[in-house]
Nanobody, 124 residues
Framework: QVQLVESGGGLVQAGGSLRLSCTNP????????MGWFRQVLGQERDYVAGISWDGGSKYYGDFAKGRFTISRDTAQNTIYLQMNSLKTEDTAIYYC?????????????????WGQGTQVTVSS
């Protein structure tokens, strides 16, 4: 059973940093590729970053390149999204997602398991 729980969201000033975490209280997800998406109310869910099951491949949306870093700690059963140089337009709900058969890159429909999301608010 995959049940994803995100944490680490909050309020930060523009230019600041946050680190989001995603865990699976139901057990390990070492064989799953993982992704982060974000969504603003009334808009589509956008791809932020993804990582393959073995951590060997990482993918980023254009807006995330150079500012965000995805990583996974198998021992801690946790996925991280380090977000630096945050901008007001990064304000959104951030979701962790898992896929048993994908690469970590893709559209929301490519991921079968989702967390409840964590709010990130970047103030000017």
């Amino acid at each position: 059973q995959v049940q994803l729980v995100e944490s680490g969201g909050g309020l930060v000033q523009a230019g600041g940093s946050l680190r989001l975490s995603c865990t699976n209280p139901g057990g390990a997800f070492s064989r799953y590729a993982m992704g982060w998406f974000r969504q603003v109310l009334g808009q589509e869910r956008d791809y932020v970053a993804g990582i393959s099951w073995d951590g060997g491949s990482k993918y980023y949306g254009d807006f995330a390149k150079g500012r965000f870093t995805i990583s996974r700690d198998t021992a801690q059963n946790t996925i991280y999204l380090q977000m630096n140089s945050l901008k007001t337009e990064d304000t959104a709900i951030y979701y962790c997602a898992a896929t048993r058969y994908g690469t970590g890159w893709g559209a929301p429909a490519d991921f079968g398991f989702w967390g409840q999301g964590t709010q990130v608010t970047v103030s000017s």
